[in-house]
């Protein structure tokens, strides 16, 4: 959508086709039952992106801030400046008072974080700026921020290991490791990890739900002239002929097309037939590094209307709250154990999967989002809608759908989780439900038609089948094929919401400035 943006506002002719009925895929709200739910990301962080392409662009979004809260056990803060990092260290002390000296040492770890991020995200995102026009943004705050930029650069590839082994060596509490990490997808780099305390401060929600910026970007695009087309997947991509085909046998030429979605499936689609022996054989290779590796975590997405009012809930967390309702931690729930129920999967009995599913549900860390607590319009009077959520292994539902009892085990997810939830922090919750439905990573790969139902793109895995360095982030968007170019949560790791929009700029980009040459 980005990509389209700038395309159209360029006075390119653009078409933006989209399988699904609308626009936004993991950026993307629905109503039901007078409940406003996302249906992917929660709220959204700006990192020097987000607000610059709006006022590049010209678009008005009403926005809220996205107050966030942590909690383990009985034990909750609310995190609105970064001076909340002494209420974080206090909350870790009085649970695990015996490992102050490993907090200490996190903690300055953190705040070491925090200050790179500042750098980072200190000014708007060059991207996103008309340099030839604002020399002022250049001599005041480009160039003075650069020499800085490639320091912080440097310092942040050194913490490129996973959290998980970056944190064995400050943190011998095993239990004090899962509580600070366990929320982030396996092996996550540690530099972005442990940035979560300055993501926490980033967080804003548009009023109407997050779902608004997608609509925002749509109209922009039919504001500038740009088409679109909805309920049309594409299913071929004919490079020699710059041809893409739909679900329907319809095909469409283009002089550049922009994939923005899932990179397996681009890879598997297109036709390199015609194409120069050398481009084909690059692409054969490309193909392979991408096939061979996997979408990241994805998540399991309970959704709750509640016959309890607002205020209940606004007592006791802010509207976006990771609780851990047990300190003790994961472990090897998550990893090991299930590794093995996966590798056994024919063998095991259900009971089994049950019994490691309460442990799961109980160990775990869940994102809680409350969207009527950021903006009340979203709730009828009266009546609260929650959306509960845990990262979940793609793998375990494919199996047990494959075993034919998916419904049953969604199902009893749900119940576990509300009897956590309710045993815990929201005592009110299990007599109040009035409807609760849940989204599986198999929903989420048949929604945006995401590889494993991931949520932000790669894993993180050591060969990493695209760019992962900042400072060559402009080659992210390159495919072995000129014409085509690649952009969104699968063309740069880690990605989110923020990168999928640069990448889909620097797509625009691309194709703007060979359409000048
Ligand atoms: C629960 C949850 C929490 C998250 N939390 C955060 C967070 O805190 N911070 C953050 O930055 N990010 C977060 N994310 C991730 C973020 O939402 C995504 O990384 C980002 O939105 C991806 O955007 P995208 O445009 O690259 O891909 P997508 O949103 O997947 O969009 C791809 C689009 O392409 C369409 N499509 C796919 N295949 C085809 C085809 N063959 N033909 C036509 N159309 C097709 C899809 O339907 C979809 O609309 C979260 C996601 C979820 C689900």
Avoid at 31 to 41: N, Q, S
Avoid at 231 to 258: H, M, P
Wanted: proline share 4%; net charge positive.
């Amino acid at each position: 959508m980005t990509s389209a943006a700038y395309l159209s506002r360029a006075g390119q002719k653009v078409l933006l086709i989209e399988k699904n009925r609308k626009f936004g895929g993991l950026v993307n709200s629905f109503t039901r039952d007078g409940f406003h739910f996302e249906a992917g990301v929660r709220a959204l962080e700006n990192a020097g992106i987000i607000f610059p392409m709006l006022k590049d662009l010209n678009i008005q979004l009403e926005v809220v801030k996205s107050h966030v809260s942590v909690g383990i056990e009985n034990e909750i803060i609310d995190i609105e400046s970064i001076d909340d990092l002494v209420k974080y260290r206090a909350l870790l002390i009085k649970l695990f008072p015996e490992s102050e000296s490993e907090i200490n040492e996190v903690l300055r770890i953190i705040r070491k974080i925090m200050k790179h991020m500042d750098v980072l995200y200190g000014i708007e995102n060059p991207v996103f700026k008309d340099l030839k026009r604002d020399k002022s943004f250049i001599f005041k705050k480009l160039l003075p921020w650069l020499p800085k930029f490639i320091l912080t650069v440097g310092k942040i590839n050194r913490m490129n290991m996973p959290v998980e082994e970056y944190l064995k060596t400050i943190v011998n509490n095993p239990s004090l490791r899962d509580i600070i990490a366990q929320h982030f997808f396996k092996n996550t780099p540690a530099f972005f990890a442990l940035s979560y305390f300055s993501l926490y401060l980033d967080y804003f929600y548009p009023k109407g739900g997050v779902g608004k910026l997608a609509e925002a970007l749509k109209n922009k695009i039919l504001e500038c002239g740009g088409e679109l087309k909805t309920e049309t997947k594409i299913v071929e991509v004919l490079a020699d002929k710059c041809l893409v085909r739909d679900q329907s046998d319809s095909s469409y030429k283009y002089d550049n097309l922009v994939w923005a979605a899932d990179l397996k499936t681009l890879y598997k689609i297109v036709k390199t037939e015609g194409l120069p022996t050398k481009i084909k054989a690059k692409f054969e290779e490309t193909k392979i590094g991408m096939l061979q590796n996997r979408g990241g975590d994805s998540v399991f997405s309970l959704f709750l209307e509640v016959d309890e009012p607002l205020e209940s809930f606004r007592k006791i967390a802010n509207g976006h709250f990771f609780y851990t309702p047990s300190k003790s931690g994961l472990g090897e729930t998550h990893l090991k154990e299930l590794d093995e129920l996966l590798r056994n999967f024919e063998k095991i009995e259900k009971e089994q999967i049950m019994t490691w599913l309460d442990k799961f549900t109980r160990l775990n860390t869940y994102e809680i989002s409350i969207p009527g607590l950021k903006d009340p319009d979203l709730v009828p009077p009266g009546k609260t809608g929650l959306i509960i959520s845990l990262l979940a292994e793609y793998d375990l539902f494919k199996e047990i759908r494959k075993a034919g009892w998916l419904d049953e085990f969604t199902s009893e997810m749900e119940n576990h989780m509300i009897n956590v939830i309710s045993d815990s922090i929201y005592p009110m919750l299990k007599d109040r439900i009035i409807a609760r439905f849940s989204f599986t990573p198999l929903s989420i790969e048949n929604r945006v038609g995401s590889s494993e139902g991931a949520i932000v793109g790669w894993s993180f895995q050591k060969s990493m089948p695209v760019v992962n360095k900042i400072q060559i982030s402009g080659r992210s968007v390159l495919t072995p094929i000129p014409s085509i170019y690649q952009a969104g949560q699968w063309a740069y790791s880690p990605a989110g919401v923020p990168m999928s929009i640069l990448t889909g700029k620097l797509a625009a980009d691309k194709v703007l400035k060979k359409k000048k040459n």
